[in-house]
């Protein structure tokens, strides 16, 4: 799997700081707007309440998912479909205790097939996950901001980062 994912040879990082919801939704906006989107594997790490699904369900929206957007925590994965075609997963691994959960459900089925993959919790699968293209983590502040530290991994990270410039 990790051929899908050839690391570059340094990763490339920025930090952003998001005032408000509409910073969250700027990033979103430019993502979906990047080529480099379509096969992609973006992780999402950072607390509870720290932002994740937020930024998310900003992205679904701005590819252009309607209807409610919910938290796959119990579900693990929520399957989705752009207009345009684009399968989309996200998935919660925050409740993922059993490694051989993640064999019984074909998650490495999904990780190697085409179609956009966001994961939040990634740390709850190591060793499973291929290296993600772009990892965002998002740290909330004691002033309600967040502090957003995008990293690419891969050259299709390094587009990513490029084009949420």
Same mark, same amino acid.
């Given at each position: 799997?990790?051929?899908?994912? $050839? *690391?570059?040879?340094?990763t490339q990082g920025v930090t952003r700081r998001w005032r408000t919801?509409?910073?969250?939704?700027?990033?979103?906006?430019?993502?979906? =707007?990047?080529?480099?989107?379509?096969?992609?594997? !973006?992780?999402?790490?950072?607390?509870?309440?720290?932002?994740?699904?937020?930024? !998310? +369900?900003?992205?679904? =929206?701005?590819?252009?998912?309607?209807?409610? !957007?919910?938290?796959?925590?119990?579900?693990?994965?929520?399957?989705?479909?752009? $207009?345009?075609?684009?399968?989309?997963?996200?998935?919660?691994?925050?409740?993922?205790?059993? *490694? +051989?959960?993640?064999?019984?459900?074909?998650? +490495?089925?999904?990780?190697?097939? $085409?179609?956009?993959? /966001?994961?939040?919790? *990634?740390?709850?699968?190591?060793?499973? /996950?291929?290296?993600?293209?772009?990892?965002?983590?998002?740290?909330?502040?004691?002033?309600?901001? +967040?502090?957003?530290? /995008?990293?690419?991994?891969?050259? =299709?990270?390094? =587009?990513? /980062?490029?084009?949420?410039?």
């Open positions: 799997m990790a051929a899908d994912h $050839p *690391p570059i040879v340094e919801e509409e910073d969250t939704d700027t990033l979103a906006r430019a993502l979906a =707007r990047s080529s480099a989107l379509r096969d992609a594997f !973006v992780s999402l790490e950072g607390e509870l309440g720290a932002g994740k699904t937020t930024f !998310v +369900r900003h992205l679904l =929206r701005a590819l252009g998912i309607g209807g409610r !957007v919910k938290s796959p925590t119990y579900a693990v994965v929520e399957p989705h479909e752009a $207009p345009d075609g684009l399968a989309i997963y996200h998935f919660d691994f925050y409740r993922f205790s059993d *490694p +051989r959960e993640w064999e019984d459900a074909g998650f +490495r089925d999904i990780f190697a097939g $085409p179609g956009l993959k /966001l994961a939040e919790w *990634p740390q709850n699968v190591a060793g499973h /996950l291929p290296l993600a293209d772009l990892a965002i983590k998002i740290e909330a502040m004691t002033d309600d901001t +967040r502090t957003v530290t /995008l990293q690419a991994h891969t050259a =299709r990270g390094s =587009r990513l /980062l490029a084009d949420a410039a």
